[in-house]
């Protein structure tokens, strides 16, 4: 643990604020994104205190994009020349245009000491031998967590170009001891390692990392990981926007954030207060070394809960409890209910039959209804009718399918199938 991950609040307040300051000194001058938005806000640029930074207007995904488009092809959130930069990523485009992103070398091996965070705490050492169950492509996660696991001194595999099982085979060859790969996906592994008469709970595997969805952070999620992979489940959290801004303690309530690398706010989504301890609102981040290519109060469209300073580990960092809950966006309301997917996946997976599932969202006027159709036997329909009726006050209707019938997925789960407005 470093010194700074257990300092006290206005230690850390401080470090944050002196990073930012730096920060501000060599992004301005260049980056004509920041340097135009800054001064339209007529914000002060020296920061005094902490609660200076609530003066900065907010960094939206939307607003990047329409940067790209307008000064094309890499927009001008830029604060070095273009022969400077080294690496070229981007995000996946899922919800829309996908957005470029350049790192130069110093803000490469900032991404890299970031991922080496999420390792260490995890208990990761030079000693591992760190298997990537991934396809290497222009998403920079996997990149990156090659990037942490190299910098860490650990014998790194990448994962990509193999089927399931040919991974489950050079993990058992090798002698992997930590496996990264997103929560769904090494459910998937294991069932696949079942299907073919291999037991993944013999492999030498002992720490699993999971990024890219939630799932890690949810407990009986994280159980049935654990078990499948009789190893420790780590969650970590990042975005390509931002960089790898969360990490799972050895405590395992949740996410802490990398408070030496980033600022995090959580507003509420609609009147942007800061949220008390306790609640849950939108996580705001700004980055604190990525120069070449910086995010200032980004809107992450993360839903989080504000978990407080304190855990058992040690760390005075600032913790989110069931780490990121859900996206702004994928809440429904069903008859006054918040109901989160990330929710329902902790309730469905105590059932040890279940594999996948699926939420059909339809509307009824305003309101939106939602039903389930889940991977297992029959006979479980009306006891899962009746966990949810009790998690939720909502009947939810359930409809049990065959399994291997749902998808599966090894980068981002979509398990919201939205039907509302005859979609
Ligand atoms: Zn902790």
């Not at 604060?79 to 990523?89: A, G, K, S, V």
């Not at 190299?150 to 930590?178: C, F, H, N, W, Y």
């Not at 696949?192 to 999971?210: C, K, Y």
């Not at 939810?396 to 291997?404: A, C, D, L, Q, R």
Request: with cysteine; net charge negative; glycine share 8%.
């Amino acid at each position: 643990m470093s010194q700074l991950e257990n300092a006290s609040r206005s230690q850390i307040e401080e470090h944050q604020l002196a990073r930012l300051q730096l920060g501000l000194s060599r992004i301005l001058p260049h980056n004509r994104f920041y340097e135009e938005k800054l001064r339209s806000h007529q914000v002060s640029i020296s920061l005094s205190s902490f609660d200076d930074l609530s003066s900065f207007p907010f960094t939206t995904k939307q607003e990047l994009v329409a940067d790209q488009e307008s000064y094309p092809l890499f927009g001008s959130n830029l604060t070095y020349p273009m022969n400077d930069y080294i690496r070229l990523h981007q995000t996946s485009g899922t919800t829309g245009r996908p957005l470029k992103i350049l790192d130069t070398q110093e803000s490469w091996d900032w991404w890299a000491e970031c991922w080496m965070s999420v390792y260490q705490s995890a208990g990761v050492t030079r000693d591992d031998i760190v298997f990537l169950a991934f396809s290497f492509g222009p998403f920079i996660g996997f990149w990156s967590a090659y990037e942490g696991a190299k910098r860490l001194g650990a014998l790194t595999v990448p994962g990509g170009g193999m089927d399931s099982l040919q991974r489950l085979r050079a993990i058992q060859e090798i002698d992997a001891t930590v496996l990264v790969c997103t929560p769904s996906y090494a459910l998937h592994l294991a069932e696949v390692a079942q299907e073919h008469g291999l037991d993944m709970r013999l492999s030498n595997v002992r720490i699993t990392i999971h990024a890219g969805e939630p799932g890690a952070s949810i407990p009986s999620t994280r159980e049935r990981i654990q078990s499948a992979w009789n190893a420790q489940t780590y969650d970590h959290a990042g975005m390509t926007e931002m960089g790898a801004f969360g990490f799972a303690c050895s405590e395992q309530q949740g996410l802490h954030v990398n408070e030496g690398e980033f600022i995090a706010e959580i507003l509420d989504p609609v009147t942007n207060q800061p949220v008390h301890e306790g609640q849950t609102g939108e996580l705001i981040l700004t980055n604190l070394g990525r120069w070449g290519n910086p995010a200032i109060r980004y809107r992450t469209g993360d839903l989080v809960r504000h978990g407080g300073y304190s855990c058992a580990c040690g760390r005075t960092f600032l913790l989110f409890p069931g780490g990121v809950l859900g996206r702004v966006d994928d809440m429904l309301i069903v008859r006054g209910v918040n109901v989160y997917p990330s929710a329902l996946a902790n309730m469905l997976h105590r059932f040890p039959e279940v594999n996948e599932f699926r939420v059909i969202v339809t509307s009824e006027g305003p309101m939106d209804e939602i039903a389930l159709q889940v991977e297992c036997p029959s006979y479980l329909k009306s006891a899962i009718e009746d966990e949810l009726h009790i998690a939720l006050n909502l009947r939810v209707p359930i409809e049990t399918v065959e399994p291997g019938t749902l998808p599966r997925f090894e980068l981002k789960a979509r398990r919201v199938e939205d039907r509302r407005n005859g979609a």
